[in-house]
């Protein structure tokens, strides 16, 4: 009996796959939390930034995963180790990141890749949006946000999460996407 409404448990896990933009796009996530395109399809994104964006200390404190390495980074004592990034995006995210103008649609994606030096070819973090349909959370701009360890691509959170909403409240004017690490013209 519980091998049965195990099976039936991860049927319904592995048939419930959503997919996190259009049909164009290869990133997916099923309901397991484990990203079944991610890391080694983001080539398949446009990464935006030309060389690595040097990441604001705040920002950098709330985008960490905690560890013990990482668990003395407490912005508020000035030991905050630096940290950059690298932003990726899918086709229907582009021009509107560019432009700064307009509504991200329905399944756009961002991807930062958070990386421990400038000169790191590995991330060692990505947090994710992905823009659901209308009515999933208006006043936070219908996004969806996750965060994934950058070693094992193991999903730590997903959904609303409360320290992405408190920051991308500053960024309503863009759809609460910031624009930061954009070079300057």
């Known amino acids: 009996m519980q091998r049965r409404q195990l099976c039936l448990c991860f049927a319904v896990v592995c048939c419930g796959a959503v997919t996190w933009a259009g049909p164009d796009e290869p990133f997916q996530i099923d309901l397991s939390g484990q990203l079944s395109?991610?890391?080694?399809?983001?080539?398949?994104?446009?990464?935006i930034t030309e060389t690595p964006h040097r990441m604001a200390d705040s920002t950098a404190a709330l985008c960490k995963v905690v560890t013990p390495q990482y668990s003395?980074?407490?912005?508020?004592?000035g030991n905050l180790d630096p940290a950059w990034c690298h932003v990726y995006v899918t086709k229907n995210a582009k021009e509107t990141i560019l432009s700064g103008q307009g509504t991200y649609p329905e399944?756009?994606?961002i991807v930062k890749s958070k990386l421990g030096s400038k000169e790191s070819p590995k991330a060692i973090l990505y947090t994710v949006m992905r823009k659901r349909e209308a009515g999933y959370d208006p006043e936070n701009g219908d996004w969806e946000y996750?965060?994934?360890?950058?070693?094992?691509?193991?999903?730590?959170?997903?959904?609303?999460?409360d320290s992405c909403i408190d920051c991308h409240q500053t960024y309503k004017e863009t759809d609460h996407v910031t624009r930061a690490?954009?070079?300057k013209k």
């Open 146 to 161: 996750a965060v994934l360890e950058g070693r094992l691509n193991r999903v730590l959170s997903r959904g609303r999460i």
């Open 107 to 109: 399944g756009a994606v």
């Open 181 to 183: 690490y954009l070079k």
């Open 72 to 77: 003395n980074n407490n912005i508020h004592e």
């Open 37 to 47: 395109v991610h890391v080694e399809k983001l080539e398949a994104l446009t990464r």
